[in-house]
Nanobody, 122 residues
């Protein structure tokens, strides 16, 4: 399994931007399909975005499409989530995850980071 560590969360205001990073250990990062999920208090973990092994294909939840951008740098073993036009409803703990298949289902991701808090004030 790959070890994942997220960073970049924080407290921002509505309309602000943040970039989350997820650093992966190991030499096989490029073989993993990577995803970002989030979980707000009292809610289930939900899919946010995912990216294919090469970065050529990306997938987004409807709620973030046009505002968030997922990308990866395989040379740096890092996946990013650029979040623009943030809204209070984006407040959650954000997790990155790694999978061996193309998927948006949390159960199919075998490795998870510890999460980073994003809070958007109104």
């Amino acid at each position: 399994q790959v070890q994942l560590v997220e960073s970049g969360g924080g407290l921002v205001q509505t309309g602000d931007s943040l970039r989350l990073s997820c650093a992966a250990s190991g030499r096989t990062f490029s073989s993993y399909f990577m995803g970002w999920f989030r979980q707000a208090p009292g809610k289930e973990r939900e899919f946010v975005a995912s990216i294919s092994w090469s970065g050529a294909r990306t997938y987004y939840a409807e709620s973030v499409k046009g505002r968030f951008t997922i990308s990866r740098d395989n040379a740096k073993n890092t996946v990013y989530l650029q979040m623009n036009s943030l809204r209070p409803e984006d407040t959650a703990v954000y997790y990155c995850a790694a999978a061996n298949v193309v998927t948006t289902t949390p159960g199919n991701f075998g490795s998870w980071g510890q999460g980073t808090q994003v809070t958007v004030s109104s």
